[in-house]
């Protein structure tokens, strides 16, 4: 049967094709204003980082070691015999084997005067080991195949907490004849790797009151501390002491270890109140700018102004035969070109990516970054600290 030329099957297709657009319509239009929805209502995001990642416990840090000692087996590498120091440590370390040498007597080539360093963290028991770091304090060539005897290693206080001895490393080396060399790497520091042994314990306490001290101090920070551990419910009593520190009050009738309520502790995310800064390296020309840098409306004109002073000597000579004497003479030439300066107006509530797409448009070396953003924060147009290192 056919109705004006058309098929009923051709006219039932056609109707379902109509209601099957109708509904991927239909689709589209409640995915989209999902999407429209969360977007509206969805909160910023906050940036957070886990309060281990931004504070210590206090007394729970790394402590540094020193210590003066020799270096020896350099294979004819090792100080002069002019450094007296390394001369007298040498005939004292020989004395002390019960071997009475003449200072003038002794030859310094094969050993290097050092000092070692390590760090000592509260944890370490005794007979554990620590790397430590041997560097060269007289003029030996290279510790590359010595050997460090046995230093000990000093506190602040004084107290000896590591004896280091061990063969060093220095991670390449040094070679060549009489007039050339070759040399990788730097040849007067080196490893022991664990070349220390820890002979005292750096005493430390977790209990009763314990205080965070946050790496980098801030109110806000400190205070919001406080305010979610508090919110925990936990064990444990926290108060914002200053910027800087936060003090916990463990209860005494808890029965979970120090060790894991202080775990829990560390694990917890707070929100981050960055500061605005911008940190500008005058020496290398760095310039760091933060997330949350915004600039009041400002114009900014740019020019460089580069003077060239050109030096020509011109000999002047007497004529022939005559009394007068051959005179040079300098002739100086002067020339100052100022670049073009370009004007760029900063709008109010400028953000990073804006302000460096401006900054960028004037064509500026981050040297001349560096003096714009000094004359921004002049103008008092800069809502952040700069801070130049």
């Known amino acids: 049967m056919a109705i004006l030329g058309l098929s009923t099957d051709r006219v039932y297709l056609s109707k379902i094709e109509v209601n099957l657009k109708n509904r991927y319509y239909i689709y589209f239009v409640a995915i989209l204003s999902s999407l429209l929805i969360s977007l509206l209502f969805t909160p910023d995001i906050v940036e957070a980082a886990r309060i281990k990642e931004i504070s210590n416990f206090e007394g729970v840090r790394s402590n540094h070691l020193v210590g003066y000692g020799l270096v020896v087996g350099l294979e004819g590498k090792g100080d002069k015999s002019g450094t007296e120091f390394t001369t007298q440590s040498l005939v004292n370390m020989l004395n002390r084997f019960g071997v009475k040498v003449d200072p003038n007597d002794v030859t310094v080539k094969n050993v290097a005067s050092v000092i070692v360093t390590a760090d000592l963290s509260?944890?370490?028991?005794?007979?554990?080991?620590?790397?430590?770091?041997?560097?060269?304090?007289?003029?030996?060539?290279?510790?590359?195949?010595?050997?460090?005897?046995?230093?000990?290693?000093?506190?602040?206080?004084?107290?000896?907490?590591?004896?280091?001895?061990?063969?060093?490393?220095?991670?390449?080396?040094?070679?060549?004849?009489?007039?050339?060399?070759?040399?990788?790497?730097?040849?007067?520091?080196?490893?022991?790797?664990?070349?220390?042994?820890?002979?005292?314990?750096?005493?430390?306490?977790?209990?009763?009151?314990?205080?965070?001290?946050l790496k980098v101090p801030d109110f806000t920070t400190s205070a919001k501390i406080a305010d979610i551990i508090n919110a925990t419910k936990g064990p444990v009593m926290a108060k914002s002491v200053d910027a800087a520190k936060v003090r916990l009050t463990v209860s005494p009738y808890s029965k979970l270890s120090p060790v894991s309520i202080l775990s829990d502790i560390e694990?917890?995310?707070?929100?981050?109140?960055?500061?605005?800064?911008?940190?500008?390296n005058e020496r290398t020309g760095t310039v760091v700018i933060g997330k949350n840098v915004r600039i009041s409306t400002v114009a900014v004109a740019h020019g460089n102004l580069t003077v060239e002073i050109e030096t020509r000597h011109r000999i002047s000579q007497p004529a022939s035969f005559g009394s007068g004497e051959t005179v040079v003479k300098p002739e100086k030439t002067v020339r100052v070109t100022e670049g073009t300066a370009r004007l760029i107006t900063l709008e109010e509530g400028v953000e990073l990516s804006e302000l460096v797409a401006?900054?960028?448009?004037?064509?500026?070396?981050?040297?001349?970054?560096?003096?714009?953003?000094?004359s921004i924060k002049a103008a008092g147009a800069l809502q952040a600290e700069l801070v130049i290192i």
């Open 122 to 213: 509260p944890f370490n028991r005794l007979g554990s080991r620590l790397d430590v770091v041997v560097s060269s304090i007289g003029d030996a060539k290279t510790l590359q195949g010595g050997t460090l005897i046995f230093t000990p290693l000093n506190g602040a206080d004084g107290e000896v907490y590591a004896v280091a001895q061990g063969s060093v490393s220095v991670g390449g080396f040094i070679g060549g004849g009489d007039d050339t060399s070759v040399q990788k790497n730097f040849q007067t520091v080196g490893r022991v790797s664990g070349g220390a042994l820890v002979e005292k314990e750096v005493p430390y306490k977790i209990e009763g009151e314990i205080d965070i001290i």
């Open 267 to 280: 694990q917890l995310e707070i929100p981050i109140d960055i500061i605005s800064r911008v940190v500008v």
């Open 358 to 374: 401006a900054l960028n448009a004037l064509g500026v070396t981050p040297r001349d970054l560096i003096a714009i953003l000094q």
